[in-house]
């Protein structure tokens, strides 16, 4: 049975590459929370005006937002940052948080991905949706993730760190590239942004050249095998999702955009295959700190011979209609508010 008359602020936006697909989600939540019959106040703590709408009640009208083809600018990200801890420490925003019965976390990256935003709840004593700070932090680094998946017995990849703008190319790194095409990634970021498959040594000075002095990028072999993403809400698995490519990866293009991919639910795969990815996924979730109150999204990759790869765990994975948490509640026979409904009562009382 619905709680209504809840009110709960939903932070969305934020400050970090993936802001457009946050606004995307927030207002998608917004609009399931309302069906729900609560009260929804949307703040976008990185914005000028925070206040994006609210607040709003059932039957209240909330605007579409589309994700565009590229991500917001880098240079932005500074002034976003600034503006959004000023608005989480004080404030009219801070005020709204303290007086909502429940945050709603459709934060993706960045701060709201890392355990930033989520550490400044905790300290407020104000409850919120999804994973606690130190799992979201563990999730979010991806070589340490990695290392806590691997002495939790999951098969993961080989990564090499390496920071372009100090450093020659490691030994590692070349030789990871002679033994055929590598990807490229930055440690710590989501949507696949700035990810590249990578076949020769020229190529990986081209995309070297256009890393930022501070970032570290994490190296792995490229997979050719198949894709697939599993969900996992409280203790639950949700059905596997593949992820057929009409380009070598899963980019933000192709994740974000009509055409890029096409994503199956439930994956046409053996039923024993899907339950050993079912079994992997939670156990990378448990293996991070999520627990039963949490929710995440692990992806794999199979290498050339068919057996799959743990290659990350999303802390906060995408909740716009397109994405693939949403895609993996229909295999469920969850609708959309449905979802929305189960994360939202996932919450520690």
């Not at 906060?316 to 295999?331: E, K, M, Q, R, Y």
Request: glycine share 8%; proline share 10%.
């Amino acid at each position: 049975m619905n709680d209504p008359g809840k009110r709960v602020v939903v932070l969305c936006g934020g400050e970090s590459a993936e802001r457009d697909v946050s606004h995307a989600s927030g207002r998608s939540v917004a609009r399931a929370l309302l069906e729900h019959g609560h009260e929804v106040t949307l703040i976008d703590p990185a914005a000028a005006v925070p206040v994006v709408a609210g607040p709003l009640r059932p039957g209240d009208d909330v605007e579409e937002c589309a994700v565009g083809t590229t991500p917001p600018p880098r240079a932005d990200r500074p002034r976003l940052r600034r503006r959004m801890h000023a608005a989480l420490t004080g404030g009219p925003v801070l005020k709204l948080l303290r007086d909502a019965e429940l945050v709603f976390l459709a934060l993706h990256g960045g701060w709201g991905e890392d355990g930033h935003v989520q550490a400044l709840l905790e300290m407020a004593g104000l409850p919120f949706t999804g994973a606690g700070s130190a799992a979201c932090a563990a999730a979010w680094h991806k070589h340490r993730a990695r290392a806590v998946l691997a002495a939790a017995g999951l098969p993961v990849t080989e990564g090499v760190l390496w920071r372009p703008g100090t450093d020659e190319v490691p030994p590692d790194v070349q030789r990871l590239l002679a033994h055929g095409p590598v990807v490229t990634k930055p440690v710590a970021d989501g949507s696949s942004v700035s990810v590249h498959r990578v076949a020769s040594l020229p190529h990986l000075a081209q995309v070297a050249a256009d890393v930022p002095a501070d970032e570290e990028l994490l190296v792995e072999p490229f997979l050719p095998g198949r894709e697939f993403t599993v969900a996992v809400v409280g203790s639950r698995p949700l059905p596997v999702v593949e992820i057929e490519l009409t380009t070598p990866l899963f980019d933000y293009a192709a994740k974000y955009q009509p055409g890029g991919a096409s994503e199956i639910c439930p994956a046409r795969i053996p039923a024993d295959f899907a339950h050993r990815l079912q079994e992997m996924a939670l156990r990378a979730h448990q293996a991070l700190g999520f627990g039963a109150h949490a929710y995440s999204r692990t992806d794999f990759r199979c290498d050339a011979h068919g057996e799959p790869h743990c290659i990350e765990v999303n802390a906060l994975p995408g909740l716009t209609p397109t994405s693939l948490l949403p895609l993996a509640a229909t295999g469920a026979a969850w609708t959309y508010p449905d979802l929305i409904h189960h994360l939202m009562n996932l919450t520690p009382p």
